[in-house]
T-cell receptor, first 117, second 115 residues
Framework: GENVEQHPSTLSVQEGDSAVIKCTYS??????FPWYKQELGKRPQLIID?????GEKKDQRIAVTLNKTAKHFSLHITETQPEDSAVYFC????????????????FGTGTQLKVEL | GAVVSQHPSWVICKSGTSVKIECRSL??????MFWYRQFPKQSLMLMAT?????????EQGVEKDKFLINHASLTLSTLTVTSAHPEDSSFYIC???????????FGSGTQLSVL
């Protein structure tokens, strides 16, 4: 099955700096890669996603890049703010594969991002 | 985005009792819902996939007789933790997929504490 690794596990940056979180996946058939932000005790919120036919996607201060050959994808947050502090999870799935569970997501281990004033 | 409602948000129970958690898609029909378990400071681990009108698909290592899943309608899936024990204490969270889309929307989670 799919295995998603995520680094770093913790990341501390100064307000205004950029933050980069990296993930690798093992299944070359995976074609959908979302990123979730989870605040303590709350539900994960989808912040951005990318499909395998695209190399980069940007939404305001957030961007995601995908390298299919190397099987890795990254989340980039620019001009970080204290409210960006949370745990971020990457995930991978095979969209359109109608296996028993449909498009089940495999999550990375998470990155605790702390933006310091 | 789509709204997924999960209840209760927290529950404390005695060891040996059963606890039911509900997951509802409020503004869309979800043929597939997923149940995750999350320990403190850890990732979300998929427990099972709930398919409307059919049996759930459980991940390896998850006891189907202990974690009963029922997906009786297109908007409701329930997870029942039977004969709960302290080691079952965890954050349980459901998610649902809208139609054929790949985006998953999560419920607010249920913190289960078994005494």
């Amino acid at each position: 099955g799919e295995n998603v690794e995520q680094h770093p596990s913790t990341l501390s940056v100064q307000e205004g700096d950029s933050a980069v979180i990296k993930c690798t996946y093992s299944d070359s058939a995976s074609n959908y890669f979302p990123w979730y932000k989870q605040e303590l005790g709350k539900r994960p919120q989808l912040i951005i996603d990318i499909r395998s036919n695209v190399g980069e996607k940007k939404d305001q201060r957030i961007a995601v890049t995908l390298n299919k050959t190397a099987k890795h994808f990254s989340l980039h947050i620019t001009e970080t703010q204290p409210e960006d502090s949370a745990v971020y999870f990457c995930a991978a799935s095979k969209r359109g594969v109608l296996t028993g569970g449909g498009n089940k997501l495999t999550f990375g281990t998470g990155t605790q991002l702390k933006v310091e004033l | 985005g789509a709204v997924v409602s999960q209840h209760p948000s927290w529950v404390i129970c005695k060891s040996g009792t059963s606890v039911k958690i509900e997951c509802r898609s409020l503004d869309f029909q979800a043929t597939t819902m997923f149940w995750y378990r999350q320990f403190p400071k850890q990732s979300l681990m998929l427990m099972a996939t709930s398919n409307e009108g059919s049996k759930a698909t459980y991940e390896q290592g998850v006891e189907k007789d202990k974690f009963l899943i029922n997906h009786a309608s297109l908007t409701l899936s329930t997870l029942t933790v039977t004969s709960a024990h302290p080691e079952d204490s965890s954050f349980y969270i459901c998610s649902a997929r809208t139609g054929r889309g790949e985006k998953l929307f999560f419920g607010s989670g249920t913190q289960l504490s078994v005494l």
